[in-house]
Structure formats: structure tokens, C-alpha cells
């Protein structure tokens, strides 16, 4: 989920930000609530099919959430009324899941959820198929869960956020796709969002480096077709302009003494 602090059209690589590194001891809690986060979705994931409401997804992230003792990040948060937030087709982030929304074949649908564990959150999302989806919707998904990957593999010490950001950018505009400008990444912790922000465009060398201790949030969203956004009249949900499919994954990464550890894995 993303804050409308971190909302921004503008190069954020190269603004000032205190960015708070983590000891090893909050590491290990951030694994946990990422391990935690990760299976939970993994659950819901594969629940996703046709003729089944957003609201039944979501019913059952809470579930599995209570279940394991833990409390669910996004609920309330900023007044958002679910669990999870759930988007489909051509929305990018934080659509509300509803009994009226129902999967159908073909569809892709985004889910995004979080979770706080002994006090540090967990967030993570995905964008999975419902059934068999067309040829383009697959290759929307493939490239932008391996942006992800590019991404990742930048988070090095040395390395500058704008070299994690143009490493999606290129990624993806070379892949005939478009980045989202207007929602980014985040540093994660003790807070869902905390500093940096984290753009999936932007210049390389640029921005602060990074350093041991660093918990972030990388979350590509991409576009078939341009990337301008609106937000429906719910407040909430955030779909493209042009009306074309569009994609969201996300996994938090900590910068260890070992190099990027994707803390949101099974």
C-alpha cells in the first residue's frame, strides 16, 4: 500500500532523506513479519479464481491474518475501510474489496497486503492471473515482476536509490511498457512507510547510497499504456487514465552484512 506521502510525479532520487538503518535485531523481526506477509498472500493467492468476490479474499486475508496472532497494517489506516487492497484490471492500487466485485477468466488482479508483527510491519503485494489470461496481460506481469528482480539486484552497498530506479525504468520502457510516476516505494519498519522514498524512475548515480541496515520496500507498477493515473470517486481506488491493464509487485529488502535479503520470501 502507499502512503500519499510517498505520491509524487517528480524525480525524488535526489531530494534530502533521513533514511533510519536497522539493526540486526530489527532485521530479524522484519524477516519474520516479512515471512508472515509473504505467507499470507500465498494463501490468497491461491484462492484467486473465477466467479469469487474481492470481498471473500479479503475476508480470508483476515483470517489467515488473526489466525497467526498478527494484526492487519492496512485496516484503518488513513480510514481505509479492508484488509487488503485489491485491484484489478486496469487499477493499479488500493481498490476496495467488495462483495459486488466479482474475478472473471482472464481478469489479473493485485492484491497488497500487510501485516504488524511485535511491532514492525510487513508488506507485500503481487498481481496474479484469473485462469487463463491473454498473451499481453502475461507479459505485463512477467516484465514487471522481473523489474522487481532488476531491482533487487541493485541494492548493494554503494549503490544509489536512482540506480535502483533507473534499473526498473529501463527495464520496462524497453519492454514496451510505461512506469507509474505518481506512487513509489518505501523504507519500511517500525512504520509502514518510512524513508526513502523509492521511485521506479530515475537517474543513475544519483540519490543517497546505500548502506547496511537499510529496509526497504520496492514495488514496481507498471502500465500497458501510459503512465498517468486518476483516483475514482471512492477516495481510494487508483486506475489508469487510458484505461489499460496495469501491474503491481512488491518484496521488502534489507541490506545485510550478506548483500540483499528479500525478506518477503517462503
Not at 539493526?23 to 508472515?36: M, P, W
Not at 544509489?160 to 529501463?170: I, P
Not at 506512487?183 to 518510512?194: A, F, N, Q
Amino acid at each position: 500500500m502507499i502512503s500519499s506521502d510517498n505520491k509524487n510525479s517528480e524525480d525524488v532520487s535526489n531530494k534530502k532523506q533521513v533514511i533510519e538503518l536497522k539493526s540486526s535485531s530489527e532485521i530479524k523481526i522484519l524477516r519474520k513479519a516479512g515471512q508472515f506477509v509473504a505467507q499470507v498472500l500465498d494463501v490468497i493467492g491461491k484462492a484467486v479464481q473465477s466467479e469469487i468476490t474481492t470481498k471473500y479474499l479479503d475476508d480470508l486475508a483476515e483470517k489467515e491474518i488473526r489466525s497467526l496472532g498478527l494484526k492487519p497494517a492496512f485496516l484503518g489506516y488513513r480510514g481505509f475501510p479492508a484488509v487488503t487492497c485489491i485491484s484489478i484490471n486496469d487499477e493499479l492500487v488500493h481498490g476496495i474489496p467488495s462483495k459486488k466485485r466479482i474475478l472473471k477468466e482472464g481478469d489479473i488482479v493485485s492484491i497488497d497486503l500487510g501485516i504488524i508483527y511485535e511491532g514492525f510491519y510487513g508488506d507485500m503485494a503481487a498481481t496474479f492471473p484469473v485462469g487463463k489470461i491473454s498473451q499481453d496481460a502475461q507479459k505485463l506481469l512477467d516484465v514487471t515482476k522481473e523489474s522487481l528482480n532488476k531491482a533487487i539486484e541493485q541494492v548493494k552497498e554503494g549503490k544509489r536509490l536512482g540506480d535502483l530506479s533507473w534499473a526498473v525504468q529501463n527495464f520496462v520502457e524497453n519492454s514496451g511498457f510505461s512506469v507509474i510516476r505518481d506512487y513509489v516505494g518505501h523504507g519500511i519498519g517500525r512504520k509502514l512507510h518510512e524513508e526513502p522514498s523509492v521511485p521506479n524512475f530515475g537517474k543513475p548515480s544519483s540519490g543517497p547510497r546505500f548502506n547496511k541496515g537499510l529496509v526497504i520496500a520496492i514495488e514496481p507498477m507498471v502500465s500497458a499504456g501510459d503512465w498517468q493515473v486518476k483516483t475514482l470517486d471512492d477516495g481510494w481506488t487508483v486506475v489508469t487514465e487510458d484505461g489499460k491493464l496495469c501491474a503491481h509487485f512488491e518484496h521488502m529488502v534489507a541490506l545485510t552484512e550478506k548483500g540483499a535479503e528479500i525478506l518477503t520470501s517462503l
